[in-house]
């Protein structure tokens, strides 16, 4: 994990020097909180009666990013970011749940967008790696529902068997209240299944999460502003 993160920092340092040293760059820093799920499927057996329900979870994020103006409306932005996702399933048979399982998951992110700037509105898209920094989860078994005598059966841990790397697509929307204030919302559709099979466990885990976010910029600490130079009309020549 360790390796992954080195290579993800050197990667965007060598980024943002190769794209110009000498090109104004936006620095922003973000923060948001909404909603995210962690899909899975563990593919019930409908013609016993049962069936699963996946549902979602409170998700945050906070971080910074650096945009590059390349042409016109057109710019490059990436940075790095903190993600929390959680996420909740239930497994039911026969109008009985009978397991729960609860995942949670840091993520160090790594997104590269496109963006279009209109006005004070921006559009942006591209794709985002992660590395999970931090994991945990609870196995809950309801024996009970079975029958009198049976005892619930809980376990935590803080290893789901996660693989190193996340990919998926991403999405993002802004409005600039101030120069330096921005409000927006940013959407992730995980594309990798996250888990590592050897345990034995099959269904997969695909990660999805959407956030509404504000953001402050840092630099540039003022905005560009050219200044027209009055047209003086010629004089008459004598």
């Not at 903190?82 to 239930?90: C, L, P, R, V």
């Not at 840091?106 to 279009?116: A, D, E, I, S, T």
């Not at 996660?162 to 802004?174: I, P, S």
Request: net charge negative.
């Amino acid at each position: 994990m360790t390796r992954v993160l080195n290579r993800y920092l050197c990667f965007l340092s060598l980024l943002l020097l190769q794209l110009g040293a000498h090109a104004q760059w936006e620095v922003r820093a973000f923060a948001g909180g909404g909603s995210g799920q962690i899909r899975t499927d563990l593919y019930p057996a409908t013609s016993r009666g049962e069936f699963q329900v996946v549902d979602r979870r409170f998700s945050w994020l906070v971080g910074g990013s650096a945009k590059h103006k390349l042409s016109g409306p057109l710019s490059f932005s990436t940075g790095l970011h903190w993600s929390f996702i959680a996420g909740h399933d239930e497994y039911w048979q026969q109008d009985r749940k009978f397991r729960v399982q609860d995942r949670r998951v840091h993520y160090l992110c790594l997104p590269m967008m496109v963006n279009v700037d209109v006005h004070r509105f921006r559009l942006g898209a591209g794709y985002q790696l992660a590395t999970p920094l931090i994991e945990s989860g609870t196995v809950s078994y309801y024996y009970s529902v079975w029958g009198v005598g049976l005892e619930d059966k809980i376990i935590d841990t803080k290893e789901l068997g996660l693989k190193c790397t996340d990919f998926g697509v991403v999405g993002e929307f802004d409005y600039q209240i101030t120069d330096r204030m921005g409000v927006g919302a940013r959407y992730y559709y995980g594309l990798q299944d996250i888990k590592d099979h050897s345990d034995g466990m099959l269904w997969p885990l695909m990660n999805e999460q959407l956030v509404l976010t504000i953001s402050y910029r840092f630099l540039p600490k003022r905005e560009d502003k050219t200044e027209e130079m009055p047209v003086q009309d010629p004089e008459p020549a004598e």
